[in-house]
């Protein structure tokens, strides 16, 4: 038995069955173990390299600031925790058509945001209308940035209700998992109190049996319905991935902004869950971004979202809050009552303002929509030609593949077989219930992934004979 399967709880299994190999090593796409062995990486691990493995601008910047200063509580001000938070909010508040645009540090420009963010202070009418960003605050991980955003809803709106979706997922911690509508929470036994679920924009398998564009969004009207029965003044937030998680729901364009104009409507703070998608993995900088305007022709910006993962490119553990303006200014005269001692920590940080300058020097935030949209080709022709593939859907490098059989999160006993084939021939994919995740590093090239597909596409017609 090995010292990692001996000492080591391994998370969301069964440590009988944890089995995997040492890896020693990785460059790209590709990582390899202590045997020798090469893997190409098509899930990005947990969705979260996308610069891929020991990207050596993000690796050095690592180091330098080791060199300089490894941590500084919250109390003390840190050069690239500042540095980090004016570039997040500066793409947060690029303009519409800027914002696939290569820029110097990666956004529009610090100054453009607290321009607007000034402009909205002095106007208090379009604070719900027109969210603009302002302030960034500091976690360690996607799951503390839901437990951080849950809890400013809550003050600022001085409400309760947390309005969230089955098939979705938020997060590991006792709040995170208790608003995520996944079968792994269901074990939480004392949850967070005053969550209310509705059912998820799933087109594919539609919960009210219609089909887009047909159904004139019931999704989203039954959203508006729950709200009007839990007492809108009673809910303080909803919160919602804006692109496909774990759990594989990718909505219709119109959707976002028709959840943007629920919350208008009611004074509901739109939380928008970016931890997967956030980082140039859908296409854009943001998911939100990638959405549609609303019908008044609005931007469908969420008043909170959150991030994690890509925001180094997984080198070094980092979340984050960026909290529009009109959110963040109730702190300024009531005391933000909350900590962590890891809070904007300087290396992750650090590794943060490298990951940012990554993308825009590398333009990997528009090569993402473009070889995203020759995946789907190569994804759909691969459905095309296997009858046990029922859907493809997803944006950017965010793909989601759904067999015909069972419904999720039922296992599929192939589809684990195929995955485990898949790794032999040196390809990991992601598989969960009867979804097939394909994710890879926004740096993988093309021929590579073509490979990889192949390998997929090789496998698929053996179904449950492999």
């Not at 709040?175 to 209310?196: E, H, K, M």
């Not at 219609?210 to 839990?230: K, N």
């Not at 989601?400 to 419904?407: A, P, S, W």
Request: glycine share 10%; proline share 5%.
């Amino acid at each position: 038995m090995s010292d990692e399967k001996r000492f080591v709880l391994h998370t969301w299994t069964k440590q009988s069955e944890w089995n995997g190999p040492t890896i020693v090593g990785g460059a790209g796409a590709w990582f390899w173990d202590d045997q020798g062995r090469r893997y190409l990486d098509l899930s990005s691990q947990a969705e979260c390299c996308n610069l891929g493995h020991q990207h050596l601008a993000v690796v050095r910047a690592i180091q330098e600031q080791a060199g300089r200063l490894c941590y500084i509580s919250n109390a003390w001000g840190a050069q690239p925790r500042a540095e980090l938070a004016r570039r997040i909010v500066a793409i947060a508040n690029q303009n519409p058509e800027d914002r696939t645009q290569k820029t110097e540090d990666g956004a529009q420009g610090a100054e453009y945001g607290i321009e607007r963010a000034q402009s909205q202070i002095q106007n208090p009418k379009s604070k719900t209308q027109n969210p603009v960003y302002g302030r960034v605050f500091f976690t360690c991980d996607g799951a503390e940035a839901t437990e951080h955003a849950i809890k400013m809803a809550r003050w600022v709106t001085g409400r309760r209700k947390i309005i969230s979706r089955y098939r979705s997922y938020h997060g590991a911690t006792h709040a995170a998992l208790s608003v995520s509508g996944d079968p792994r929470g269901r074990n939480v036994t004392d949850g967070l109190r005053d969550v209310a679920r509705v059912l998820p924009p799933y087109c594919y398998r539609c919960p009210f049996g219609l089909r887009y564009p047909d159904c004139a969004l019931r999704c989203a009207d039954h959203v508006e319905a729950v709200i009007q029965q839990e007492g809108p003044d009673t809910v303080a937030g909803l919160i919602a991935e804006p692109a496909a998680g774990t759990n594989g729901i990718a909505a219709p364009p119109e959707y976002w902004p028709r959840l943007r104009e629920i919350c208008n409507r009611y004074g509901i703070l739109l939380i928008a869950d970016e931890v997967m998608s956030g980082f140039g993995r859908c296409g854009a900088w943001f998911a939100w971004q990638a959405q549609s305007a609303t019908q008044a022709g609005e931007l469908p910006c969420p008043d909170l979202f959150t991030m994690a993962k890509g925001l180094t490119g997984a080198h070094i553990p980092l979340g984050a809050i960026c909290v529009a303006e009109h959110v963040a200014s109730h702190f300024d005269e009531h005391a933000l009552e909350t900590g962590l001692t890891y809070s904007g920590h300087p290396l992750a940080c650090a590794a943060g303002v490298a990951a940012i300058q990554a993308y825009a020097d590398e333009g990997l935030i528009e090569r993402a929509a473009r070889l995203g949209a020759w995946m789907f080709e190569q994804l759909r022709a691969m459905r095309r030609r296997h009858a046990c593939i029922g859907d493809v859907r997803g944006l950017g490098l965010f793909a989601c593949v759904e067999m015909t059989e069972n419904t999720f999160p039922q296992p599929l006993p192939w589809l684990k077989q195929l995955a485990r084939a898949a790794l032999q021939r040196g390809v990991n994919v992601a598989v969960r219930g009867n979804l097939m995740f394909v994710c890879p590093p926004l740096v993988i090239e093309q021929g590579d992934l073509e490979w990889g597909l192949s390998v997929i596409d090789e496998l698929l017609p053996q179904g449950s004979s492999i």
